[in-house]
């Protein structure tokens, strides 16, 4: 028998201080590095902790394992980029007109899919991506099709006549970033502290008790669905907006649902701080890849000849193998640490602890 | 009328090679109960083969299916045993991820080593055709749809026949039955998977002369053979086999009323409504 | 009045009937034990009357409302809660957290619900378990669990499904100090067991199923006296 922990409402001091120091460090980051790169990698992490955060709501909180997600993500960033390319709305209001459009999304799927369970759900997840990922290749009046959408400008923000910014540099993208990311972790923490959180639980531990104890499980499947959806399209705008392409195999692309869940399981579903794990160890390892740092580090260090078979093989091949990454990872944790780096971490915390006593 | 019948063919040709894929997952599904998301990846790793096959050795893609078959099911067996075996008493979620992740390191495995480019495996038969009643058959379709009619009929003969095959429809009814039984239920699981990724493979050996070959062709594939096995049933084999020939006429025909970009939609919509209406499939018993 | 009213309730799976016209009535504050050999169609009755199943044939009426067509959720949230033959914890979560999931069906406040749930753990005894994860306690306790969180929704009928399946005599003395306690309370109580024993110390009513009918419906010296019952039980076993 494990005991738990006393259920904790309030925050300890000491987390508390080191959280907020945290984020001040985080709000200051970009005044002191000017680095583009570690700009760049901080907001791809940013984006992979917003999309593990919400999906984590609707897979780790309440054990609807969707494999669709990437639906909400194209919802935000196919509204904001057409607003902004073909209607001239800026991006800062089109991330709205993204989250009512997934919003919508999540209610026709939630409407369909969870009358099925288990391994029927995630088939029907799938399915609908699928759905809207060929219709936004084939319409292409809209959409415009395979050949995606590219930003030509985005309107400069202001406020007042005041100009905020021009989007000329990262550090926007930096912010707005970080901001979605700590509303995410703040709606987390929150539901994991209100009934909807408890109810969410109880659903995944146990659909037929959770009824039985007067939890309606439509309701409740789709509140869970909708917050997903909509605070996926956050993560869906911004990457749209920062990266100023999207195409249906980028951003409505079963890979992409994937790598949303494997960001949760890799750090610990049903966690606040999961699915930030989880993008702290993808991003920096998949972006090692793609960017062929791993290769050209075995070549610099002199491990590996450039103009040998190996070498070329490497410079050649492993940028485009990053997702490899992925099925690696995905593969070690089932196997190995089913409850994902954070719980593996606690277990041996734990187990250390034990040893010592 | 012959535009219809013209889709209706291509469809059943088509439908042919589905079937297999189909009943591969199903029989996977039926003993294991483990949906296995790298079916696809399984397929496109039997295309590979056969690409390999022919430009290397210059066997043709119909009889290095000799090859590719026993090849892919030793490979199937030792995922099972590596992989699969360990988590069967896991939450269906995280035996999904497994499956998948299987398939992202099979397919980016390829990618590794044989690059993202697209390979045509043409023989000269590839783009042939003839004509019965006005009528245009691919050739290189119809040899393919006759080899999966002979394996269907092989398999169906070991599964009722044989005792191996009996133990695997046994197992697929009812696992601790069949384990009280005296059925070395790891075994079948072995046999099983290896059986139905020799199916994948060999389907990907089959249309590799029709179709573009590279790494990511699996998941359409994988895709399809869900809707099939749902369609079917799940663990049902002549669900499968019906639901693989139901599908490729759906798309066929699909393609032709709406638009060749439209036909995936047509069989994802079937399949939505199929999973809403009738869970247990369209063969299946109705349990609620 | 009754407080539960079972109208000709029949149940079929295919062309197979489960119940086929079962009719009897539950008084306020009564124990009524639900009774018959395996497969007499007991739980799929439970599973009627709560809302698992819509009855093929036949009507529900509790505390004056019919039951057509609702939902498990509104069920319970009316008042009618049930336990589960085989229990069914929400098994990654603490035990004092399982019983707040009851507790919220009657507030929206995380405090409110606590100390409720406390209060049940105490009728229980689990309250010294309060901070365990529920999947890991032993069966005995996780069978008082499942009946204090069922009590935390604060239902006026009780239906449960062999709470005493599985237990050593001692923990089943326990719950039957339980039910009897819960009587005492004022809860409506229907009781599905196995024990025949048991049944008859506890039950101030009792009905017999047996292949999905009503065999026989009595107090307890009527039933063990009823020789159709007798046969039943003695032919099938």
């Known amino acids: ?357 | 009328m012959t535009i219809f019948l013209q889709s209706l063919i291509s469809g059943i040709l088509i439908g042919g090679v589905y079937a297999l894929i189909g009943i591969g997952l199903t029989i996977i599904f039926g003993v294991m109960r483990v949906i296995n998301f790298a079916h696809g990846d399984l397929l496109m790793v039997g295309m590979y083969g056969t690409f390999y096959l022919f430009t290397l050795f210059n066997i043709d893609p119909f009889i290095s299916i000799v090859i590719t078959m026993p090849l892919m099911f030793l490979y199937g067996g030792f995922l099972q045993k590596v992989f699969i075996n360990r988590i069967l008493g896991a939450l269906p979620q995280n035996q999904i991820l497994l499956t998948i992740g299987m398939g992202l390191i099979m397919s980016n495995g390829i990618m590794l080593a044989f690059t993202s480019d697209y390979k045509i495996l043409s023989t000269d038969y590839s783009s042939s055709s003839f004509d019965i009643l006005g009528i245009s058959i691919s050739t290189p379709l119809l040899i393919s749809f006759a080899i999966t009619a002979g394996i269907t009929v092989v398999l169906y003969w070991f599964l009722l026949k044989t005792d191996t095959g009996q133990a695997i429809r046994a197992t697929a009814q009812d696992r601790e039955a069949a384990q009280l039984m005296g059925i070395n239920v790891k075994r079948m699981s072995i046999i099983a998977f290896g059986l139905g990724a020799s199916l994948a493979g060999t389907a990907g050996a089959l249309i590799s002369p029709t179709y573009y070959i590279f790494p990511q062709v699996g998941s359409t594939f994988t895709l399809k053979a869900f809707v099939i096995t749902v369609l079917g049933g799940m663990g049902s084999i002549v669900g499968a086999t019906l639901g693989g020939i139901l599908i490729g006429v759906a798309e066929s025909i699909g393609g032709v009323y709406f638009g060749s970009g439209w036909k995936e939609v047509v069989v994802f919509v079937l399949f939505l409504l199929v999973l809403l209406f009738k869970p247990s499939g369209l063969m299946g018993k109705s349990n609620t | 009045m009754a407080i539960l009213e079972i109208k000709h309730v029949s149940k079929f799976f295919g062309g197979l009937s489960a119940n086929s016209d079962v009719s009897f009535e539950i008084q306020h504050g009564m124990i009524m034990g639900l009774i018959g050999p395996n497969g007499a169609g007991k739980t799929t009755l439970f599973n009627c009357i709560t809302g698992y199943y819509p009855p093929s044939k036949g009507d529900v009426v509790f505390d004056g409302r019919s039951m057509h067509g609702l939902q498990p959720d509104k069920v319970c949230k009316l008042g009618m809660a049930r336990t589960w033959q085989k229990v069914r914890p929400l098994a990654k979560m603490s035990v004092v957290d399982n019983v707040m999931v009851g507790a919220l069906c009657r507030t929206g406040s995380l405090k409110i619900a606590r100390d409720m749930a406390m209060e049940q753990l105490k009728v229980v005894g689990l309250e010294h378990r309060s901070g365990f994860l529920a999947g890991g306690l032993p069966i005995g306790e996780r069978k008082k669990l499942e009946v204090a969180r069922v009590l935390a929704t604060q239902p006026k009928l009780l239906l449960l499904d062999e709470v005493m399946g599985g237990l050593n005599p001692a923990e089943s003395e326990d719950i039957i100090q339980l039910i009897l306690a819960i009587k005492g309370l004022g809860i409506t109580q229907m009781v599905i067991e196995h024990d025949m024993k048991t049944i008859m110390r506890i039950s101030d009513r009792i009905v017999v199923l047996n292949s999905g009918e009503k065999l026989a419906e009595g107090s307890p010296q009527e039933i063990v006296s009823n020789p159709d019952v007798v046969a039943a039980y003695l032919g099938s076993e």
């Open chain 1, 1 to 357: 028998m494990k005991p738990l922990f006393k259920n904790t409402t309030g925050i300890g001091a000491l987390p508390a201080i080191t959280g907020l120091l945290v984020v001040v460090l985080l709000f200051l980051f970009p005044r002191f590095v000017e680095n583009t790169y570690a700009l760049h990698i901080m907001i791809l992490i940013f984006i992979s902790i917003v999309m593990g955060s919400s999906w984590n709501l609707l897979g780790g909180y309440t054990g609807q394992y969707s494999v669709g997600h990437c639906a909400y993500f194209g919802m935000g960033a196919y509204t904001t980029m057409m607003l902004m390319q073909f209607r001239q709305i800026p991006p800062w209001l089109g991330i709205w007109c993204g989250m009512v459009a997934a919003l919508v999304v999540a209610l026709i799927i939630g409407s369909i899919c969870f009358r099925l369970r288990g391994p029927y759900f995630v088939l029907a997840s799938i399915a609908v991506a699928e759905i809207l990922r060929v219709s936004a290749l084939n319409l292409k009046n809209i959409t415009n099709g395979a050949e995606g959408i590219l930003t030509t400008e985005i309107p400069p923000l202001k406020i007042g006549g005041a100009l905020i910014t021009d989007f000329s540099s990262k550090v926007p993208f930096y912010y707005a970033g970080l901001v979605f990311v700590l509303l995410v972790i703040l709606v987390t923490w929150l539901l994991q502290n209100s009934k909807l959180g408890y109810y969410f639980q109880a659903i995944r531990e146990d659909q037929d008790a959770a009824h039985s104890l007067g939890i309606s499980l439509t309701f409740y499947k789709n509140v869970a669905l909708s917050l997903s959806a909509v605070l996926t399209s956050l993560a869906g705008s911004l990457y749209a907006v920062y990266v100023g392409f999207i195409d249906p195999s980028t951003v409505l692309a079963l890979d992409l649902s994937v790598q949303i869940v494997l960001i949760c399981i890799i750090g610990g579903i049903g966690t606040i701080f999961g699915p930030v794990i989880g993008a702290l160890v993808l991003v920096p390892l998949s972006e090692a890849l793609r960017s062929n740092m791993i290769g050209e580090s075995l070549i610099n260090s002199g491990i590996v000849k450039a103009d040998s078979a190996f070498g070329s093989f490497l410079t050649e091949n492993l940028s485009h193998a990053h997702v490899l990454i992925y099925g690696v990872l995905v593969v070690v944790v089932i196997l190995f640490m089913p409850d994902g780096v954070l719980g593996f971490a606690k277990a041996l915390a734990a187990r250390k602890r034990k040893e010592v006593v």
